[in-house]
């Protein structure tokens, strides 16, 4: 055999060889594609079922509780929100509250009601959500010690919202979101703009979105990366 006959089967046999080597990279690429979109697909739904869980269902007091440190306003409507001071996802719930207001301007008294815990320092409580529900024309912000308040009207997680009558009579009680810490168009607060302005309204109750406001350190604390995450 020649030398050009050794040149041409060494060709030969490098052709296969090369071929070899693209179908293993085409297939180690096209594992590697699927992988990452099952990797997404299962980050999305866990992201999308986070969201879209609610919080706590409790049974709300049909009246102002009697034993309440906070006064109702016996010439108008009072809604009340609970919040925790260091729930991200309760800056939607402010932000959402502030568009309320701007709609129903005068036609209702609102209290923002923060957590505010004796086991950590005074200003534990003052946090932006504090200061952005602060600014709000028409809205009281008041720091619930230990959540009693939250206690005695039941609420369990940021965000709640309940409203009563000029006669403490519940109105109204749920979120004002449509999902964890996102804004825009939702059956909460329709439905309490409906109220303030027509009296009435097709729903009285919806779900709640939003870190634990009790007794929950643990799971809020790891809710609230997750909302910063978002």
């Not at 034993?67 to 996802?89: E, G, K, W, Y």
């Amino acid at each position: 055999m020649n030398s050009q006959q050794i040149a041409g089967s060494d060709e030969a046999l490098q052709v296969p060889l090369q071929q070899h080597k693209h179908t293993k990279r085409w297939l180690g690429l096209t594992i590697l594609t699927v992988i990452w979109i099952c990797l997404v697909g299962i980050g999305m739904s866990s992201l999308w079922k986070y969201q879209t869980t609610p919080g706590e269902t409790t049974e709300t007091p049909k009246t102002w509780p009697a034993d309440s440190m906070v006064q109702q306003n016996p010439n108008r409507p009072t809604l009340m929100m609970f919040a925790h001071p260091h729930c991200p996802c309760t800056q939607a719930s402010i932000s959402e509250l502030a568009l309320l207001m701007e709609h129903c301007s005068g036609q209702v008294d609102a209290r923002v009601l923060f957590l505010k815990s004796s086991k950590f320092s005074t200003e534990w409580e003052r946090t932006d959500l504090w200061s952005s529900a602060t600014a709000i024309p028409g809205v009281t912000v008041i720091g619930d010690q230990d959540g009693s308040e939250a206690v005695r009207f039941r609420a369990t997680t940021s965000g709640d919202v309940l409203l009563f009558d000029s006669n403490g009579q519940l109105l109204f009680h749920g979120g004002i979101t449509g999902s964890r810490g996102h804004t825009g168009e939702n059956a909460g607060r329709s439905a309490i703009e409906s109220i303030l302005i027509s009296g009435k309204a097709e729903t009285k109750q919806t779900f709640v979105f939003g870190c634990p406001l009790l007794g929950q350190n643990d799971a809020c604390s790891k809710e609230n990366q997750e909302c910063r995450q978002q």
